[in-house]
């Protein structure tokens, strides 16, 4: 299989405008900013990272597996992630990834699953949970990459981008296990990058468009062809440092 992060007939998001970020979104995206540096620094301490702390009590890190086995999920929020690796030729460069989900019963009132063409509900309502948004990790436990799925990546009930875009604030893992630095530094992750995963979000819809209507025979969410629907490079300081400027700028 290609390198998934190769393609270059993907939409491309939108680059973000940090102009035109609200005064409040920019004041929470920058205090995200430091609780997801802050993770980072007390890991390190203790020679420690964000993927060594989830893993490390497993017996054995094995390709395509759940950490932690049965995912983080928090029962209040209704919010759940996991991470885990693709075999080596697969990786892109990564050493694995976390993937973020919410479930019905935290979602924003109003949110409906997408009517696609074979849309099914689940047997128990809140099942019908959606993929939020992927985050790519390097060898070293620092995050390198955003993306999102096509459906049947993980098996997710498929919502449009703006519902999505709705769930994202809902999303936090408020406990402690398996590691509360590492539930902390995923749940202020979201809000950190919440304006790209917005744009990769609209660009995963454009995508799942497009490769619907040069394959209108295929059944375009269960199509194996299309794994990753759109991506972005990240770097945390770069983030941070744009959000500061922009709020120098308007001080």
Not at 156 to 162: R, S, V
Not at 176 to 196: C, E, T
């Amino acid at each position: 299989m290609p390198d998934a992060f190769s393609r270059t007939d993907l939409p491309v998001p939108e680059p973000v405008d940090f102009s035109k970020i609200a005064d409040d979104r920019l004041a929470e995206m920058r205090d995200a900013a430091h609780e997801v540096v802050e993770c980072h620094r007390i890991l390190a301490n203790t020679n420690d990272n964000i993927v060594g702390e989830l893993i490390k009590d497993t017996e054995g890190f094995f390709e395509w597996d759940h950490y932690p086995e049965g995912d983080v999920f928090d029962h209040n929020t209704d919010s759940q992630f996991y991470y885990h690796a693709h075999p080596q030729e697969l990786r892109s460069g990564e050493h694995g990834h976390f993937h973020t989900f919410l479930r019905p019963d935290g979602m924003p009132s109003g949110v409906r699953p997408a009517m696609v063409p074979d849309f099914k509900m689940p047997e128990g309502e809140n099942e019908a949970l959606s993929h939020l948004i992927a985050i790519s990790m390097d060898k070293f436990g620092v995050p390198i990459r955003l993306f999102t799925t096509n459906r049947w990546v993980t098996g997710e009930i498929w919502y449009a981008a703006d519902d999505v875009r709705r769930m994202l604030d809902s999303f936090r893992i408020d406990h402690a296990q398996p590691s509360w630095p590492v539930n902390r530094w995923v749940s202020f992750m979201i809000r950190l990058f919440r304006p790209q995963i917005v744009n990769l979000l609209e660009a995963r819809d454009a995508a799942v468009a497009a490769w619907q209507d040069a394959h209108p025979d295929s059944n375009v969410y269960e199509d194996e062809e299309l794994e990753i629907t759109s991506y972005l490079d990240i770097n945390i300081d770069d983030q941070a440092a744009a959000i500061e400027a922009e709020l120098s700028r308007r001080s």
